[in-house]
C-alpha cells in the first residue's frame, strides 16, 4: 500500500528552528509537496520538491532525498502564526496526491 | 490569491435528506477536486475531473455524485445523507496536474444528525 509518516505534534519556541520530517512509500514519484493548514482553515501550498536537494522559501525550505524516500520542511525564525498543521503530500504514478495526516506544530512564546 | 468558493460553510441536515455542496472558481482551471477531510486525519480524495464532462471516483466511496457542467462549476451531491457523512468537505483547483499546486476553497462543515 502507500503510506506517508510525519509526527502528529511538535512543540517549538518563538524564535527557534523546527524540521518537521517526512517519510513516503508510494507508487511512482512525482513530486512532494508541503501545505499548512491552520485550525479550521484549508491548506495553502508551501512547496513543491521533485529532484533531489533542498529548496528554500524565505523562513521556509524544504529538502527531499528521493532514494530514502524522505522529506523534511525546515522553519527558521519561528513566529507564533507559524502554529498550524503542516502536511505532507507525495504525487504518484497516476498523478494523484498521497496525503499524511499532517503535524501539528505548536509554538509557545 | 486564490479564487474558490464554497457553500454553503456550515450545514446541519437529518439523516435522508439530499444535499448539493456547491464549489465555484473563477480561475479558468481545468483540474477540480472534491476531498474529506477529518479532524486530525489525511485529506481523502472523494471525486474529480479533468475538464469539462470529464469526472472520476477518488479512492474514497462516500456515496456521493458529481457534475462538470461548466469549467467553473463543480457540485458534490449526497442522495440520501447519513450520520457517517459528518465530516468537512474541501474542494480545490489546479492550473496544472503535473506541478500539483492546489487552491483550496473553506470548505463545507457537514453534520448529519
Known amino acids: 500500500g502507500q503510506n506517508i509518516d510525519q509526527p502528529t505534534e511538535m512543540t517549538a519556541t518563538e524564535g527557534a528552528i523546527v524540521q518537521i520530517n517526512c517519510t513516503y512509500q508510494t507508487s511512482g514519484f512525482n513530486g512532494l509537496f508541503w501545505y499548512q493548514q491552520h485550525a479550521g482553515e484549508a491548506p495553502t501550498f508551501l512547496s513543491y520538491?521533485?529532484l533531489d536537494g533542498l529548496e528554500e522559501k524565505g523562513r521556509f525550505s524544504s529538502f527531499l532525498s528521493r532514494s530514502k524516500g524522505y522529506s523534511y520542511l525546515l522553519l527558521k525564525e519561528l513566529q507564533m502564526k507559524d502554529s498550524a498543521s503542516y502536511l505532507c503530500a507525495v504525487m504518484d504514478s497516476n498523478y494523484q496526491l498521497i496525503w499524511g495526516a499532517g503535524t501539528k506544530l505548536i509554538i509557545k512564546p | 490569491e486564490a479564487d474558490i468558493y464554497q457553500t454553503p460553510r456550515y450545514l446541519v441536515i437529518g439523516t435522508g435528506k439530499k444535499i448539493t455542496l456547491e464549489c465555484s472558481q473563477t480561475?479558468?482551471?481545468?483540474?477540480m477536486y472534491w476531498y474529506q477531510q477529518d479532524p486530525g486525519m489525511e485529506l481523502h480524495l472523494i471525486h474529480y475531473s479533468y475538464g469539462v464532462n470529464s469526472t472520476e471516483k477518488g479512492d474514497l466511496s462516500s456515496e456521493s455524485t458529481v457534475s462538470r457542467i461548466r469549467t467553473e462549476h463543480f457540485p458534490l451531491t449526497l442522495e440520501s445523507a447519513r450520520p457517517s457523512h459528518t465530516s468537512q468537505y474541501l474542494c480545490a483547483s489546479s492550473e496544472d496536474r503535473d506541478t500539483g499546486e492546489l487552491f483550496f476553497g473553506e470548505g463545507s462543515r457537514l453534520t448529519v444528525l
Open positions: 520538491n521533485v
Open positions: 480561475m479558468g482551471h481545468d483540474k
